[in-house]
Structure formats: C-alpha cells, structure tokens
C-alpha cells in the first residue's frame, strides 16, 4: 500500500468514528433533555411544577412562583418565625444586595483619572429576596384567616367529649 492511500484510510476511519461518537452524544443529550428526575431543581422551580393540586399552599406556590422552603431558605429564617424576623431578615438582605452609595470622587490629584469600579450589587437577589418576603407573608395572611374564622355550625368545639372521637374521658 502506498503512503497517501494509508493516510486517506486512517482519515476516512478516524472520521467515521468521530461520526459515530457525534451521534451517540446527540442521543445522549436528548435523552438527558427529556428525564427531569423527581424533586430536582433545573429549569422548574422546585416543587412548583408539584403544587398541582387545589388546596391555598399550592395556589401560593403556583402564584409566587416558589415554595415555602424555598422562600425560608432564602431569608435564612426557620419555619414559624414571627414576621417581625422575617421582615428584619428582609431588611438586611435587601440593603446589603443594593447598590452602593457612590464614594465623592476627588477632582483633582492622581486618583482622578482611575475608573470607578463596577457596581457590586445583585438584582437579581434582591428580586428573589422580596420574592420570599411576599411568598412568606402571603402564607401568613393564609393561616390567619383561617384561625379568624369561625368554625363550621354543628362542629364540636375542641376539648368536648363530641370533639375526642377516639379520646378517653
């Protein structure tokens, strides 16, 4: 065989298997596209694509576009906490994503030619911040509506013997 016959075979070879190798990682990703295993977080918000059913927590997922934990775990709070901490955690979660107070730049001597540096806030955390605040208060009002109303006609009040169904006395 001659050497220009040897290189166009080694190149058609290395070439179909390439081809071959291009193929199956086409497979594999589109394969990897359509699994979304349960309870990951990707292009869903965790658990929003879950909230399927009628009860209010799921509405408040669907609407605020995230979880209770979620927003929880955002203002790094606890479940239960009063509003008076949600808010505080609020507060300081918000001021120190903002932007910065701009420093009085001096006119003259040998800092005035440098540029300022790039602004070093995050909106797009303090989106996510107010987002919690309203997912949580939301929830909130929730629960107090539901301890304000009355309950049904013809329920027992809690601690009556009509109330422990399975209690002894």
């Known amino acids: 065989m001659s050497a220009p016959k040897i290189i166009i075979q080694i190149l058609v070879t290395g070439a179909q298997i390439f081809g071959k190798a291009l193929f199956e990682a086409g497979k594999q ?6 699994h979304t295993p349960q309870g990951a977080i990707g292009s869903d918000i965790a658990g929003v694509r879950n909230a399927t059913s009628g009860s209010l927590t799921d509405k408040l997922t669907r ?5 209770l934990d979620e927003a929880h775990l955002i203002l790094n709070i606890k479940q239960g906490e009063t509003l008076e901490n949600v808010l505080k955690n609020y507060e300081h979660l918000f001021k120190v994503n903002g932007p910065r107070p701009a420093p009085d730049l001096p006119t003259t001597g040998a800092k005035a030619g440098k540029q300022p540096a790039p602004p070093t806030h995050s909106h797009y955390i303090q989106s996510k911040v107010v987002r919690a605040r309203e997912r949580i208060e939301a929830e909130m009002r929730v629960i107090e509506e539901a301890d304000s109303m009355p309950p049904p006609p013809g329920a027992a009040p809690p601690g009556s013997p009509q109330g422990n169904a399975g209690g002894s006395s």
């Open 29 to 34: 990703a589109a394969k990897n596209a359509r």
């Open 63 to 67: 609407d605020h576009r995230m979880t």
